[in-house]
């Protein structure tokens, strides 16, 4: 994510109608979907891109997780990319915005169709690019090397997007259950296990799990990890408040839980 000044901000800003966008936004209302393959929204006679790879991540922003999709055809590539916000429209908002300032040119896209999403831009280049904000999800298409209709792949998705939208994101999201603390006061620098319960109701092959970005690591340093645990010390007294993100892989929605550990003073003998 970017975290600099750029002076190229502001007027980008002023361009997609960044702060009309969040007004506008419902921050509970969103897409809420088991993602299939971005294969099917393609003409049918396109319909025969080898997968090359599929990855689900954290990003490193709250709320919002990343799938990276990609496809080749002989010389030809095709990128998909999802975003979704289980926190609302502003965090894939502002990914939007990253993106847009992560290119050399000064201002190299162009406003898109009106009718998909809230906000689409498409970079017409030699490699065209199509970038789509609709609700909570921030969708990016690239092509290159093969002439692909990715304006019509956009517009495909997005009817697919606003035939799943939730009424409130946060009832679908996945979330830890009661942890597990061995010991359950640890010592100053004494390791300690985390055993997480996931819910029951998905399937664990579809769940992804780490410590959040807001972990102090000048405080918590994780020593292990495994499917279902962690073991990590604590170097100072008191209540660590150790932050733990929860993604469900098939929809992309996540949570945050913060489990309290009590960490005690040294014995002094």
């Known amino acids: ?3 600099g000044f750029d002076e190229r901000e502001a007027p980008l ?3 997609i109608g960044y702060d009309k966008l969040l007004m506008a936004a419902n921050a509970k209302r969103g897409v809420v979907v088991n993602w299939p393959d971005p294969r099917s929204f393609l003409p049918q006679a396109e319909q025969d891109w080898a997968l090359v790879s599929d990855k689900a991540q954290f990003t490193d922003a709250a709320g919002l997780v990343e799938r990276q999709i990609r496809f080749e055809k002989g010389e030809a590539r095709l990128a ?3 975003f979704v916000s289980s926190l609302g429209t502003e965090p894939v908002l502002r990914r939007l915005l990253d993106t847009m300032l992560a290119t050399s040119a000064r201002d190299p896209f162009k406003l898109g169709p009106a009718d998909i999403g809230q906000l689409c831009l498409v970079l017409p280049a030699a490699s065209p690019s199509v970038l789509v904000i609709n609700h909570n999800v921030f969708l990016r298409l690239r092509v290159d090397d093969y002439n692909l209709d990715i304006v019509a792949i956009a517009r495909a998705m997005t009817k697919f997007m606003n035939d799943h939208l939730a009424p409130v994101v946060a009832d679908h999201v996945p979330n ?3 942890p597990i603390i061995k010991p359950s006061h ?4 004494e390791p300690f296990r985390i055993d ?4 029951q109701a998905i399937d664990p092959e579809q769940l992804l799990w780490a410590l959040s970005y807001a972990v102090d690591y000048d405080v918590v340093d994780q020593r292990a990890v495994g499917a279902r645990h962690l073991i990590l010390t604590v170097n100072r007294p008191g209540i660590a408040d150790i932050p733990l993100w929860l993604a469900d892989r098939s929809t992309l929605l996540s949570s945050e839980s913060r489990i309290r550990v009590d960490v005690q003073p040294e014995n002094k003998k």
């Not at 640890?186 to 620098?189: D, K, M, Y």
Request: aromatic residues 4%; positive net charge; glycine residues 4%.
């Open 13 to 15: 800003k002023q361009k």
């Open 176 to 178: 830890f259950g009661k």
């Open 196 to 199: 997480i319960a996931l819910p």
């Open 1 to 3: 994510m970017n975290s």
């Open 80 to 82: 998909v990319q999802l």
């Open 186 to 189: 640890p010592l100053i620098n």
